[in-house]
């Protein structure tokens, strides 16, 4: 494995790295047409080490490939050999609904569904859904701004969207969360 790899590895751990037939084993678009092509998936668990790698791979001028579920349908996740992948596969946690706002703050890794399933135990409707759902992740469908079945009456998904923290290519980490429509991030 390469220096650079060995670098990733020490930000993301050993279980964050994913190299050789791991990588040609999984699919690249939807639906699949063939392996994916990358020098290595690399799966951060945590804002922090999602900013670290992609600071490391800036520095590097190494080109980044994110995946959520992989089930976009024009190609935005096809790799090349030389792309690094960063799936966002382990960052799947989710806060408790909060009943009063009518909202929730989910990790970017978190497939639709699970979003559905949670307002929905709360007596509560996440309206966004399409056929991918127990694949595609929120943070896919936030890239995309997905539609789907309920999108002329509840909209996109940014419409329900109140707001994200991201990280920029640099790694720096930028945030416009709230949980409140009538109020300016901090
Ligand atoms: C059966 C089926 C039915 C569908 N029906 C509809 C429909 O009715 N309406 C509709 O609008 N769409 C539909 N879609 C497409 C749907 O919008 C996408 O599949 C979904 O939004 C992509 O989510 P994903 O997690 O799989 O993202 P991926 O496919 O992994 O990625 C899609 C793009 O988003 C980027 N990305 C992914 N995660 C992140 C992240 N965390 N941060 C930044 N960038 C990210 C990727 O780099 C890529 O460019 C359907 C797809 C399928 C397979």
Not at 33 to 42: H, S, T
Request: hydrophobic share 40%; net charge negative; glycine share 12%.
């Amino acid at each position: 494995m390469d220096a650079f790899i060995e670098e990733l590895k020490s930000i993301v751990g050993a279980n964050g790295v994913l190299t050789g037939d791991d990588v040609a084993n999984r699919p690249e678009s939807w639906p699949p047409m063939g392996g994916c092509q990358a020098r290595a998936i690399i799966r951060p668990a945590d804002t922090k080490e999602v900013s670290a790698v992609l600071k490391a791979c800036h520095e590097q001028g190494q080109a980044v490939v994110t995946h959520g579920g992989v089930t976009g349908l024009v190609g935005g996740a096809r790799t090349a050999p030389d792309d690094i992948v960063v799936s966002l596969e382990r960052m799947h946690a989710t806060d408790p609904v909060d009943t009063v706002n009518r909202t929730i703050t989910v990790e970017a890794g978190v497939p639709l569904q699970k979003v559905q399933e949670l307002a929905e135990a709360e007596g509560l409707l996440f309206p966004v859904d399409f056929g991918a759902r127990g694949s595609a992740q929120i943070g896919g469908a936030i890239s995309t701004n997905a539609g789907g079945n309920s999108v002329i009456r509840y909209g996109m998904v940014r419409e329900q969207l109140l707001g994200v923290e991201a990280v920029l290519a640099d790694g720096t980490v930028i945030s416009s969360m709230k949980d409140v429509i009538k109020r300016w991030a901090s």
